[in-house]
T-cell receptor, first 113, second 112 residues
Framework: AQTVTQSQPEMSVQEAETVTLSCTYDTSESNYYLFWYKQPPSRQMILVIRQEAYKQQNATENRFSVNFQKAAKSFSLKISDSQLGDTAMYFCAFENRDDKIIFGKGTRLHILP | KAGVTQTPRYLIKTRGQQVTLSCSPISGHRSVSWYQQTPGQGLQFLFEYFSETQRNKGNFPGRFSGRQFSNSRSEMNVSTLELGDSALYLC???????????FGSGTRLTVV
């Protein structure tokens, strides 16, 4: 069974700094998708970024980028120039052909003024 | 374009009662999934429906059930409520594999 592990339950960084959230996963499949979701205190889950496993190039969305290491089964999220609005719970997620998305336990990120 | 709509937003029920939660996906999205979110367990997959058929099911007791209608709207039902069922129930829809989910705002269920 696929699993997703986020080893950092909670992190705090100063505004404008860069922060990296870690995620590892376990799967025997070669074709799958990885995602990072953000859940602010308002509780609305928002898709931040997605990565297709067969694409070598790391995905980027404005200040958000990933470091996808397929062999190591690692998928970290980097937030550059962090802003107060980035304060949220961040979930790493994995999807294979079954169309079922498995989520990690989440990392609570605090951006400090 | 309207997002995923979940109703009600908040619900308080008594142990032993049953509850029905509703989810309207984004127009054109035929896949609807349900998750239970609790502080201790994170996001736990309940089930996924596609074209009115349950395609995947999580590891929850039979008290948890769901269905999907021809217009893709979905409902989930929890019978004989227990205190441990108190959680945020999230519904999400997707147009297909790899596109990621769009989530609703969730239904906060409190069982007393």
């Amino acid at each position: 069974a696929q699993t997703v592990t986020q080893s950092q339950p909670e992190m705090s960084v100063q505004e404008a700094e860069t922060v990296t959230l870690s995620c590892t996963y376990d799967t025997s499949e070669s074709n799958y998708y990885l995602f990072w979701y953000k859940q602010p205190p308002s509780r609305q889950m928002i898709l931040v970024i997605r990565q297709e496993a067969y694409k070598q190039q790391n995905a980027t969305e404005n200040r958000f980028s990933v470091n996808f290491q397929k062999a190591a089964k690692s998928f970290s999220l980097k937030i550059s120039d962090s802003q107060l609005g980035d304060t949220a719970m961040y979930f790493c997620a994995f999807e294979n052909r079954d169309d079922k998305i498995i989520f990690g336990k989440g990392t609570r990120l605090h951006i400090l003024p | 374009k309207a997002g995923v709509t979940q109703t009600p937003r908040y619900l308080i029920k008594t142990r032993g009662q049953q509850v029905t939660l509703s989810c309207s996906p984004i127009s054109g999205h035929r896949s609807v999934s349900w998750y239970q979110q609790t502080p201790g367990q994170g996001l736990q997959f309940l089930f996924e429906y596609f074209s009115e058929t349950q395609r995947n099911k999580g590891n929850f007791p039979g008290r948890f059930s769901g269905r999907q209608f021809s217009n893709s709207r979905s409902e989930m039902n929890v019978s004989t409520l227990e205190l441990g069922d108190s959680a945020l129930y999230l519904c999400a829809s997707t147009p297909g594999t790899g596109n990621g989910y769009t989530f609703g705002s969730g239904t906060r269920l409190t069982v007393v």
